[in-house]
C-alpha cells in the first residue's frame, strides 16, 4: 500500500504547469470511435488512472492504441466486438460514454455498469431517456446495460435535470443519426465544449455547446483528427486553493482563466490577490483568510469537484463559513478526516459549517473518493507537523504528479510504499 507523506506548514512559491482534463479526456478518448475512417490524435492527455484504464478498455474493443507522453493516437476501424465487460469498465464512472459513441456507429453496445467514486447517487435514466428518445431499445440485465437500435432519428430532447454525463452521451449518440436533434436544459460545463468541438474536428455538426441547448445535425460518418484537450479546471483550482493556502505567490500555467472565474472570484472574496493573464493565473496569499459562504452549481457556478478542497481553507478562514452541497449529497465524507485534524465544522445533510481555528495537525488520514484525496493533501500542507494520506487509488484518478508538481513548489511531500 502507498502512502503519501507531508512535512505540513512550508510556504510553496513559484509555477506549475496544468494538465489536461480529466473530465474531458475520459470523453473525448471513447468518443474517437465515431471516426469510421482515419486515425484520431489526441494531444494534451493527462497521465492519469482513468485514461489508463479507458485505454485499456478501447484495446479490448479491439482499436489500435500508439501512446508518445502526452499525445495518443486511436485507430477504431477494427473494432472485434460491441461488449465492454472487462474490469476496467466497473471501475470508472465514464465507461458509460461507450453507450453513446458505439451506438451511434455500429447501433448496438452492451457496457457492464460503471462504477467510480462514492460521492452519491448518480442514475442513469436522463442517458436512457435520450438513447430511448432516437429510437434505440435500452435493456438492463445480469449487470449490464444494452442498447440496440435499427436506426437513430433525430428528435427534441428536453432533460429533466441538468447532467453533464447525458448530455455528452446523447449529444455523441445523436452526430449520426438521421435528421436534427435538439437537446434543451443540457450542462454548459467547459468539457461538454471539448468533446463537442472535438466531435466537430471529426466532422460533426453540432451547434450551442456550451448554453443551454445544443443543436446537432446528423452526418454519415466521421473521420480521424487532430486535436488537443483543454486545461483541466478542477486541477488548475486545486492548485489555486493550495496557493492560497500556504503560497506567498505562485504562477498556475496552462489554464482557461474563464473557466476558473467562480473559484477565482470566491478567493478574492477571502481576501486571496489574484492576477490573470491570458493562459496563467498568479495566486498570492499572505495567509489572512476571511470566512465566506459556497454554494455548488452547475457550470458556470462554483465547481462542486472544488468544494472538497476548498472546505479545506474554509477550516483556518476567520469566522464562520457555510457550504451548501447542492449537487451529491454524500460529499461531505472527508470532514471527518478534517476534524482528527483539528478542524471544526458540523454537517446536517447538504449544509456544513466551518468555525475557523488557528491551524490544523497533521494526522494519519485517508482519502474517501478523488476530490477527498486532493483536500486531505491541502490539509497536509497547510497542517503543523506530518500527515499521512492513505487511499491513493483514488487521487491517482485525477492528478497526475501532484506529489513532483507540488515538491518542485517547494512542499516537503512525498510517496512511501507501506507493508
Given amino acids: 500500500m502507498n502512502k503519501i507523506v507531508i512535512q505540513g506548514g512550508k510556504r510553496i512559491n513559484g509555477e506549475v504547469d496544468i494538465s489536461g482534463a480529466k473530465n474531458a479526456a475520459v470523453a473525448i478518448l471513447p468518443a474517437a470511435i465515431l471516426a469510421s475512417e482515419g486515425k484520431c490524435c489526441i494531444e494534451n492527455v493527462p497521465n492519469i488512472k482513468d485514461v489508463n484504464c479507458m485505454l485499456k478498455i478501447l484495446e479490448s474493443l479491439g482499436c489500435e492504441i500508439e501512446r508518445n507522453e502526452s499525445t495518443i493516437i486511436i485507430d477504431s476501424t477494427n473494432i472485434k466486438t460491441f461488449y465492454a465487460n472487462i474490469e ?3 471501475k470508472m464512472r465514464a465507461s458509460y460514454y461507450l453507450l453513446g459513441s458505439m451506438l451511434s456507429r455500429f447501433k448496438e453496445c452492451s457496457v457492464d455498469l460503471p462504477g467510480g467514486c462514492a460521492i452519491g447517487v448518480r442514475p442513469i435514466d436522463q442517458h436512457i431517456k435520450g438513447f430511448e428518445a432516437l429510437g434505440t431499445e435500452v435493456e438492463i440485465s445480469h449487470g449490464s446495460l444494452k442498447v440496440k437500435a ?3 432519428q433525430g428528435t427534441n430532447i428536453f432533460f429533466d435535470v441538468i447532467s453533464v454525463g447525458a448530455t455528452i452521451n446523447v449529444m455523441m449518440s445523436a452526430v449520426l443519426a438521421e435528421g436534427t436533434t435538439i437537446l434543451e436544459n443540457v450542462a454548459k460545463e467547459p468539457h461538454i465544449v471539448d468533446v ?3 466531435l466537430n474536428a471529426m466532422g460533426a455538426d453540432i451547434k450551442g455547446a456550451g448554453t443551454d441547448v445544443i443543436r446537432i445535425k446528423g452526418v454519415e460518418k466521421l473521420h480521424g483528427c487532430t486535436y488537443s484537450v483543454i486545461p483541466d479546471q478542477i486541477e488548475a483550482g486545486t492548485f489555486m486553493i493550495a496557493a492560497a493556502a500556504c503560497g506567498d505567490e505562485v504562477r498556475i500555467k496552462n489554464v482557461i482563466p474563464k473557466h476558473l472565474e467562480s473559484i477565482s472570484a470566491k478567493l478574492i472574496e477571502m ?5 490573470e493573464d491570458d493562459d496563467s493565473v498568479i495566486v498570492k496569499s499572505n495567509n489572512n483568510l476571511k470566512a465566506v459562504n459556497v454554494k455548488t452549481l ?3 457556478g462554483f465547481p462542486t469537484d472544488i468544494q472538497q478542497p476548498m472546505s479545506v481553507l474554509l477550516t483556518v478562514a476567520e469566522g464562520r463559513s457555510i457550504v451548501n452541497e447542492s449537487i451529491w449529497e454524500s460529499r461531505f465524507r472527508h470532514l471527518d478526516e478534517l476534524e482528527k485534524m483539528g478542524a471544526k465544522v458540523k454537517v446536517e445533510g447538504r449544509i456544513a459549517v466551518f468555525d475557523g481555528v488557528n491551524k490544523l495537525t497533521g494526522a494519519e ?5 478523488l476530490r477527498a484525496g486532493a483536500a486531505m493533501v491541502i490539509a497536509g500542507l497547510m497542517a503543523e507537523g506530518t500527515t499521512r494520506i492513505s487511499g491513493l487509488e483514488h487521487l491517482d484518478r485525477g492528478y497526475p504528479d501532484i506529489e513532483k508538481k507540488l515538491s518542485a513548489l517547494g512542499a516537503q511531500i512525498k510517496r512511501i510504499n507501506v507493508e
Fill in 88 to 90: 476496467e469498465v466497473r
Fill in 150 to 152: 435499427d436506426k437513430l
Fill in 196 to 198: 463537442a468541438n472535438f
Fill in 271 to 275: 481576501g486571496v490577490e489574484i492576477i
Fill in 298 to 300: 452547475p457550470y458556470p
Fill in 365 to 369: 488520514v485517508e482519502a474517501s473518493d
